[in-house]
């Protein structure tokens, strides 16, 4: 019924910047928070940034100031600019959003995109 689909990610050298977009579809009412979450290897998934509906944001301590959360809430999309890039960046990305259907409401991930920054 619905589906979160995630661009953007990528091999960056250190310094650079990427972009991720994530688009909901399907069988949407209205959609509260959007977020990105990632994920290294051998450790947790944890809040990268997020956005209400109202577009209050919120960042990890580690990338405030490097990163910058959008959407835009008539296309059902929310993006992640990342500047300034590290190698402790690297890992996979994951889109989030807490979604109203006609049949309740459900947090959606997407299928995930790799980020991988190189020293």
């Known amino acids: 019924q619905v589906q979160l689909v995630e661009s953007g990610g990528g091999l960056v050298q250190a310094g650079g910047s990427l972009r991720l977009s994530c688009a909901a579809s399907?069988?949407?009412?209205?959609?509260?928070?959007m977020g990105w979450y990632r994920q290294a290897p051998g450790k947790q998934r944890e809040l990268v940034a997020a956005i209400s509906s109202g577009g209050s944001t919120n960042y990890a301590d580690s990338v405030k100031g490097r990163f910058t959360i959008s959407r835009d809430n008539a296309k059902n999309t929310v993006s992640l600019q990342m500047n300034s890039l590290k190698p402790e960046d690297t890992g996979v990305y994951y889109c989030?959003?807490?979604?109203?259907?006609?049949?309740?409401?459900?947090?959606?991930w997407g299928q995930g995109t790799q980020v991988t920054v190189s020293s």
């Open positions: 399907g069988s949407i009412v209205n959609i509260n928070v």
């Open positions: 989030k959003a807490d979604i109203r259907t006609t049949y309740g409401a459900v947090g959606y």
